[in-house]
């Protein structure tokens, strides 16, 4: 007993924690709740988290201190979620190493931001009943979509994604999106604040709204196991991958004395011509450690390697010259058929910031983190490839992958999806486990395969239901051969609308809470 009435004071409790305690619990709930993002996948983790951080804004008495709430959640949340970042500076550490505490401060405090604008957005629709757990989810929701928008956008980790290892809770990806899909969970989450709320008088009805978001989500997981049943394995006839993951380190990638090792670790990896029956070999990003058109002899090692009337699809830097000097680079994807003549190309539309191309560079004096003294220059996309002897599919390199409703041509629609990316910047740390994530649900939502080459993991074929057909882990020397997956048989609702029907949700949940506020 009394271990119960002391748990029962703790919202009471947390509501009137004030200064730097109150922000250290907010650090720490925020922080907890990465835990049920990939690799961990706690999921009960969240019913700590957000009835915390619900309690926590019980006791905020303004807008400035919700605001501080908020920011000190968000912070503990992507310090969790992005501390993997930094060991991308440790590849050049000479040059980079000093800047490991301003880019951890930068990437918890600056993404917090968004958290901390939710908070007060959120407090403006709160009441003592559920009503505020509708308010939190709603701009929770709203607030992920503006942080994948604004500024190029970085849609990492959003609270949705937890569901990749709950495959019936996850199609609802097809319909409501990945933001969707973080609202319901949301609100699933900090819905049982309710039963704890300071003053409340317990009624019947605050006990259904404790479990009504579980419910959802319960009933959410029966349609999920219904549309799987039905879910079809085809496979698209007559088309046989070789992914090809060489595990090559980031700090050895570019090393002259290395290049010609890793080139070669690439072609032996990849079989013989007419070995078994591969139509098509894909290395990871920049696979090829020099520019695909400038050197023929090289070349010619390639063709040894691509499939009879097949392709080899692999990662580049593509190179423009002007009178003698390099004027443009670009990170491309490139298409060789059996004779290593280029038959496509793809240049990455969307790159990142600090890594690809220094923003505001008259004003940063400093250099980007990957190799070479230019900036990338950004290609068209999204786009649709059609090459001989595969579906048309839409290519996209590293983390153009995560960007919810924007890697297909919707007035080109494709088959499926190629990801080729390098995520040996960042070790075996948790990044890699949710940029596949991303990738997951990018399959769900599109109703699309993926298929996806990692230099060191994790590789993979991921089916339009967001099923694993076949994955190689990290940190390992591979080769995967997998057959491609058909696409569903009719287009999803996400693919059709996009993020309007998220939007809706997010309409319907603001809705609810101001009308629970008013009573």
């Not at 956008?153 to 999106?177: D, K, T, Y």
């Not at 591969?278 to 063709?303: K, Q």
């Amino acid at each position: 007993m009394i271990v119960l009435e002391t748990i029962s004071t703790i919202p009471a409790r947390l509501a009137a924690v004030t200064g730097w305690q109150r922000w250290l619990f907010a650090f720490v709930f925020g922080a907890s709740a990465v835990t049920a993002q990939p690799p961990f996948h706690v999921l009960p983790a969240l019913l700590i988290a957000f009835p915390g951080f619900v309690w926590l804004l019980d006791g905020a008495s303004s807008r400035t201190s919700a605001f501080g709430i908020g920011w000190m959640f968000g912070a503990g949340y992507f310090a969790a979620s992005l501390y993997w970042v930094s060991n991308a500076l440790l590849v050049d550490a000479a040059r980079f190493a000093w800047l490991i505490p301003f880019v951890v401060l930068g990437l918890s405090l600056g993404p917090a931001l968004f958290i901390a604008a939710m908070a007060v957005l959120a407090r403006q629709f709160w009441s003592r009943g559920v009503g505020r757990a509708f308010g939190l989810a709603a701009s929770w929701a709203l607030f992920e979509w503006f942080r994948g928008t604004v500024l190029t956008g970085f849609p990492w980790n959003p609270v949705g994604n937890v569901w990749i290892v709950v495959p019936p809770v996850l199609q609802s990806a097809a319909s409501i999106g990945v933001y969707g899909l973080s609202a319901i969970t949301v609100f699933a989450a900090a819905a049982p604040s309710v039963l704890g709320t300071p003053g409340s008088q317990r009624l019947s009805t605050d006990r259904f709204w404790g479990v009504s978001g579980i419910a959802v989500l319960g009933l959410i997981a029966i349609a999920g196991a219904f549309r799987l049943a039905d879910a079809p394995g085809e496979t698209v006839p007559g088309v046989f991958l070789r992914i090809v993951q060489p595990n090559i380190a980031q700090r050895d990638k570019w090393l002259p004395a290395r290049r010609a090792s890793n080139y070669a670790r690439h072609l032996q990896m990849s079989g013989q011509r007419g070995n078994g029956r591969i139509t098509h070999v894909i290395w990871p990003e920049t696979a090829v450690p020099f520019p695909v058109s400038s050197d023929d002899a090289r070349l010619a090692l390639m063709r040894r390697v691509v499939p009879l009337k097949g392709l080899l699809l692999t990662g580049a830097v593509r190179l423009e010259r002007q009178n003698g000097r390099v004027a443009r680079v670009w990170n491309s994807l490139v298409a060789l058929d059996e004779k290593a003549h280029v038959v496509a190309l793809y240049d990455k539309h969307h790159l990142v910031p600090f890594g690809e191309y220094m923003p505001f560079r008259e004003f940063l004096p400093l250099d980007k983190i990957t190799a070479g003294v230019l900036d990338f220059s950004p290609g068209l996309g999204p786009r649709t490839l059609r090459l001989s002897g595969l579906p048309a599919f839409s290519p996209l390199i590293c983390y153009e992958i995560i960007f919810p409703a924007r890697v297909v041509d919707t007035d080109d629609r494709p088959s499926w999806m190629l990801n080729i990316t390098n995520d040996a910047w960042f070790g075996t740390s948790a990044g890699p486990h949710q940029h596949f994530a991303s990738a997951t649900l990018r399959a769900v939502e599109e109703g699309l395969p993926v298929v996806r080459a990692a230099n060191t993991g994790i590789s993979g074929v991921i089916d339009s239901y967001g099923r694993v057909i076949a994955r190689l882990d990290l940190d390992r020397a591979e080769t995967l051969d997998s057959e491609l997956p058909l696409a569903a048989d009719s287009r999803t609702l996400f693919s059709q609308f996009g993020n309007i029907i998220p939007g809706v949700l997010i309409i319907f949940m603001f809705s609810a809470a101001g009308i629970t506020r008013c009573r």
